[in-house]
């Protein structure tokens, strides 16, 4: 069975400052892009018998600088839904509501289209996602690689280790980053996490 390879994007404006991003369409910035070119190596000489990314452009311009070929985009893999706290940093939510946690105090609705999401509710898009992943692992083709965002893989790999989604807050994750999940003893394990070129 193959491994399952978690690509953050590399770095734009809003993950520099630390703004709550999700479905605004920022591109990566020439540091990303560098970050995003030196991921290259950590993925090539791999077969991969699915390759998946979010549909948001600094995702795709990701996969496209690591090398990454034959991808498909695929909207469960979005960022969270952040709603009201779209653009808004943790520091300024902060300033009005002390003691706010995303993984427990969720978020305000936002504009029309963006309710915001909970931690249940991401759960259920990437228990999606995994049963797309187990499918193609199962096929034995080779590796699958996911390239998304922070948050949305971080309660990914909560699910996969049989976690709630509201763990996703202990695996802190890099943009520009590699990560990669597979087993031990039949069990799915953390193999390498945030590691860089």
Do not use: C
């Amino acid at each position: 069975m193959g491994d399952l390879l978690l690509v953050r994007h590399g770095e734009t404006e809003w993950s520099v400052s630390g703004q709550h991003t999700s479905w605004t369409d920022l591109t990566l910035t020439e540091h990303g892009e560098e970050q995003a070119k030196s991921l290259a190596p950590l993925l090539t000489g791999r077969t991969y018998a699915r390759a998946l990314a979010s549909p948001l452009s600094r995702a795709i311009r990701t996969a496209e600088l690591a090398g990454l070929s034959g991808l498909v985009t695929d909207p469960d893999l979005h960022e969270w839904d952040y709603g009201g706290y779209e653009g808004i940093t943790t520091v300024d939510i902060h300033a009005t509501r002390p003691g706010w946690d995303l993984w427990t105090d969720g978020v305000p609705p936002g504009p029309e289209g963006h309710p915001g999401e909970s931690p249940a509710q991401i759960g259920a898009r990437a228990d999606r996602v995994l049963a797309r992943v187990d499918t193609a692992l199962a096929e034995g083709a080779g590796d699958v690689v996911l390239v998304a965002h922070a948050h949305f893989l971080r309660v990914l790999t909560a699910r996969r280790l049989g976690l709630a989604p509201a763990e996703g807050r202990l695996f802190q994750l890099a943009t520009g980053t590699v990560s990669r999940l597979s087993t031990e003893h039949g069990r799915p394990v953390i193999a390498e996490w945030n590691r860089r070129a």
